[in-house]
């Protein structure tokens, strides 16, 4: 099994930051993919950034130049720094693996998600 597990999220305010982190644990995968998604009461989940092992990133709209994803490969972490924060960023936050392994039929993969991590930003 591949399980991912979230930290970091809090109570903040607008212009406030938080640093997100996700970490992947397991045992003979290799990560495609990492991604934040946000599931805000009342709407769907939707992607915020995503992260390949070679460092390139893509960000929804809603948080280009205020989210940074990053990752460090050698411990299969991600991480998202918020900055400038707005009371429309309140989510939970998830992170998703896409991963891979190896069979005697050939390659598995799969898609795990953490349990999320509760961001608030309030005045």
């Known amino acids: 099994q591949v399980h991912v597990a979230e930290s970091g999220g809090g109570l903040v305010q607008p212009g406030g930051s938080l640093r997100l982190s996700c970490t992947v644990s397991?045992?003979?995968?290799?990560?495609?993919?990492m991604e934040w998604y946000r599931h805000a009461p009342g709407k769907q989940r939707n992607l915020v950034a995503t992260i390949s092992p070679s460092g390139s990133t893509n960000y929804a709209d809603s948080v280009l130049g205020r989210f940074t994803i990053s990752n460090d490969n050698y411990r299969n972490t991600a991480y998202l720094q918020m900055d400038s924060l707005k009371p429309e960023d309140t989510a939970v936050y998830y992170c998703?693996?896409?991963?891979?392994?190896?069979?005697?039929?050939?390659?598995?993969?799969?898609?795990?998600w953490g349990q999320g991590t509760q961001v608030t930003v309030s005045s």
């Open positions: 998703a693996a896409d991963w891979r392994v190896w069979r005697d039929g050939g390659p598995v993969v799969g898609r795990a």
């Open positions: 397991g045992s003979d995968f290799r990560i495609n993919a």
